[in-house]
């Protein structure tokens, strides 16, 4: 069984705070005998990724999912536990593995704040080694897919935030990554370019077999790049697997929009229920546990004239609020 990609094995990270006591004789204890407090940021974490893979991995705010990122990119030691990416291990093989990998930070650029954006680049190629040719083919890739020529000669402090990050997304590619660390790749953007950076994403993972890693609050992103999620809360994974699983485990209702060709007042349903009506559009809800979706379409199709009907599945977003609001979910799916 070949090895995975990415190997995370009880991964932890312990961070310690100080304990403080008030006045000025706590101040005197505190410099004499400090005490302190350990507070786990990630605690325990297993998974593995396999090369090419795509995957989502979020969780609220101090969920960990930032220290275990910084782990994986060789910034961090972990306290305990094991990761390698790739057959290295990132804090120990740190040269060797930034070589291998990119890094796009919604909320910090790797780019230089006064140069223009092809001095950066230029400063790029040099500190990554990148001879001309494959240069200057990854350079016109990134600039016709992400429309960088607009904005190219511009210093990076003169760019707006979509801007910045587009170039920053296309510096990432600049010297072919085998895997990639996305951390709010599409902040900033309007829905056109939300929608140009995905695609670009995906077409750079299936002709470059990239292997990338998403944290991001936009559950769009995840929706439409990965066909795999791992949710963490407190330290601790709480969800691994796909998103039609997760959305079958814990999404609840359906929905399903129909527009008749004749009007009808009153549907005749069973384990269905009519939530709001327009002339002849009705929306219907159901459980999936309750009535599959072709028995109740071929209900409707018994019975009434159907111009066109649409099915609508509940947002990842608001199954992962749900999760949230509970707390924690059951491992079901977990690898």
């Known amino acids: 069984m070949p090895m995975a990609f990415i190997k995370v094995e ?22 004499v005998a400090p005490r302190y407090t350990v507070k786990p940021a990630v605690d325990g974490i297993d998974f593995s990724i396999d090369k090419g893979e795509m995957v989502g991995f979020i969780g609220p705010n101090g969920a960990g999912k930032s220290t275990t990122v910084k782990i994986l990119s060789g910034i ?11 057959g290295l291990v990132p804090y120990r093989e740190r040269k060797r593995h930034v070589q291998r990998i990119g890094v796009v930070l919604g909320q910090k650029s790797q780019l230089w704040w006064d140069l223009p954006v092809y001095e950066s680049y230029d400063m790029l190629r040099y500190i990554y080694k990148i001879d001309k040719a494959r240069y200057r083919a990854n350079l016109a890739m ?58 670009f994403l995906v077409q750079m993972n299936r002709e470059r077999g990239i292997t990338m890693l998403f944290t991001t609050h936009d559950m769009q992103d995840i929706e439409k790049t990965c066909r795999r999620m791992i949710i963490i ?39 269905a229920r009519v939530v709001h009506q327009d002339g002849r559009v009705k929306r219907i809800k159901f459980r999936n546990a309750d009535i599959a979706v072709q028995d109740l379409i071929g209900h409707l199709n018994r019975h009434y004239a159907i111009a066109d009907l649409e099915l609508r599945d509940t947002e990842i977003e ?17 690898r």
């Open 142 to 199: 990134v600039q016709e897919l992400l429309g960088l020529a607009e904005f190219f000669e511009q210093p990076v402090r003169q760019l707006s935030l979509g801007q910045r990050m587009k170039a920053d997304l296309g510096a990432a590619f600049l010297h072919d990554p085998d895997i990639l660390f996305l951390d709010e790749p599409t902040i900033g953007l309007d829905v056109v370019a939300k929608e140009n950076v995905r695609n």
């Open 76 to 86: 961090l030691h972990p306290t305990s536990g094991s990761v390698t990416v790739d």
């Open 318 to 334: 608001s199954i992962i609020r749900e999760i949230y609001r509970d707390g924690a979910v059951h491992s079901a799916g977990v």
């Open 10 to 31: 009880n991964l932890r990270k312990d961070y310690r705070i100080s304990r403080r006591s008030r006045g000025f004789l706590g101040l005197l204890a505190n410099l």
């Open 233 to 271: 809360d407190h330290g601790r994974k709480v969800y691994d697997g796909s998103i039609r699983d997760i959305r079958a485990m814990y999404s609840g209702e359906r929905e399903l929009v129909v527009e008749l060709a004749e009007e009808c007042l009153n549907l005749e349903l069973e384990h």
